[in-house]
């Protein structure tokens, strides 16, 4: 069984797809950038503020789950230029405890808006 989780407080998919799946008790979470979910605009601000907006997403599409970044189990950071790997670690340390999710970063020659950034998640409930 699976059930599809919305979040008003995260943008709308732009494209056939589910901001998250609920299957069992993990949630798989759609990639997100740094949209508002207001606006459906790339915020401005370069990578400090699209990471932090992308992870602002996240948490709001979690919370749809009963689900925090403490549950978050792995996480795939997809960069346009690996040259942010710095300044994006940082933020997502703001938002991360020990232990930390299993994470993989990439870079990538292109994102859906001309983003700098797109953060995808899984995360798993106790229940």
Same mark, same amino acid.
């Given at each position: 069984?699976?059930?599809?989780?919305?979040?008003?407080?995260?943008?709308?998919? +732009?494209?056939?797809?589910?901001?998250?799946?609920?299957?069992?008790?993990?949630?798989?979470?759609?990639?997100? +950038?740094?949209?508002?979910?207001?606006?459906?605009?790339?915020?401005?601000?370069?990578?400090?503020?699209?990471?932090?907006? !992308?992870?602002?997403?996240?948490?709001?599409?979690?919370?749809?789950?009963?689900?925090?970044?403490?549950?978050?189990?792995?996480?795939?950071?997809?960069?346009?230029?690996?040259?942010?790997?710095?300044?994006?670690?940082? +933020?997502?340390?703001?938002?991360?405890?020990?232990?930390?999710?299993?994470?993989?970063?990439?870079?990538?020659?292109?994102?859906?808006?001309?983003?700098?950034?797109?953060?995808?998640?899984? !995360?798993?409930?106790?229940?």
């Amino acid at each position: 069984m699976k059930r599809s989780l919305e979040s008003k407080q995260a943008p709308a998919a +732009i494209g056939p797809y589910s901001q998250a799946i609920e299957s069992g008790t993990t949630v798989f979470c759609s990639g997100q +950038i740094g949209l508002d979910p207001h606006s459906g605009a790339l915020v401005s601000g370069g990578i400090e503020a699209e990471t932090r907006r !992308a992870l602002a997403n996240i948490r709001a599409v979690l919370a749809e789950a009963g689900l925090g970044f403490a549950e978050v189990v792995k996480t795939t950071i997809f960069l346009a230029d690996l040259g942010d790997f710095e300044i994006v670690n940082r +933020i997502y340390g703001e938002h991360f405890e020990a232990p930390y999710p299993a994470r993989s970063t990439v870079q990538v020659a292109a994102l859906p808006r001309r983003a700098k950034i797109e953060i995808e998640v899984t !995360a798993v409930s106790a229940a």
